[in-house]
């Protein structure tokens, strides 16, 4: 299932500096893993070194939070929009 993957800038990069990317994948973790596969380095930058979402790293599926869904294991479909967001933090 092809799924579309909006990219924040900071990592646009990685893409080509592609602001939105199509790939195929049944859950969010394939879909983290395809992305690697077609733009090396980017899993890095969202999964810690034991393979889970960064604490800072926000994942959307059709606007709903995974966190709130099945996380990683969230299935996707066909027609979904992933969107990727850092957290942002600043101030005092």
Known sequence: MAVKVHIPTPLRRLTGNQAEVEIQAGTVA???QNLEAAHPGI????????????????IY???EDIRFLDGAQTA?????VVSIVPAIAGGR
């Open 76 to 80: 996707l479909g066909d027609r979904d």
């Open 61 to 63: 599926v059709n606007e």
């Open 30 to 32: 394939e879909l983290v």
């Open 43 to 58: 899993r890095e930058k969202l999964l810690d070194e034991q393979g889970e979402i960064r604490r800072y790293v926000n």
